[in-house]
């Protein structure tokens, strides 16, 4: 591992997906962020950290521009309850501060639901573990590398 690594990155290598890394400077929206990478909005994905109970988390990877529907989400889970953790609680369950956490190199592999949305881009970009820093990669390799379930749980940002 080179000084230059994240555990993002290092993970992403070790299961052999191809993927391609992007270093920006950090962005002040979704927007600056989608475009300083060269990647449509719809592309770029944010990684919300969902708490089912004591000690059971799961990832949802939903694109920018659309939120995360809690009743498609809670019904595809089959639970009546959820909720997001603070900052602190994310970061000792993911080992990533806000605004860098991805699944990947996460300190534990919690389960990862991919917003049905992923499927029809050509690239997707996910946080790389640090600010500024993207893995560029195709849908599919980033479903099959995380084991994710695609399912449609979002809705478009109003």
């Known amino acids: 591992m080179t000084l230059d690594d994240t555990p993002a990155i290092t993970a992403v290598r ?3 997906v191809e993927h391609r890394v992007v270093r920006t400077e950090p962005a002040s929206s979704a927007e600056e962020s989608a475009a300083m990478q060269g990647v449509p909005l719809e592309a770029l994905l944010r990684t919300i950290v969902v708490r089912r109970g004591d000690d059971d988390y799961l990832f949802v990877l939903v694109p920018a521009g659309r939120r995360f529907d809690w009743p498609k989400l809670r019904g595809h889970l089959g639970v009546s309850r ?11 369950v993911t080992g990533y501060v806000r605004y860098t956490i991805t699944p990947f190199g996460s300190t534990r592999a919690w389960p990862v639901i991919a917003d049905a949305t992923v499927i029809g881009q050509p690239v997707v970009a996910i946080g790389g573990g640090a600010r500024g820093v993207n893995l560029h990669l195709a849908p599919a390799d980033l479903v099959a590398a995380l084991r994710a379930e695609v399912v449609n749980v979002t809705v478009a940002d109003t």
């Open 14 to 16: 070790d299961l052999g």
């Open 82 to 92: 959820l909720s997001l953790p603070d900052a602190d609680e994310a970061q000792r």
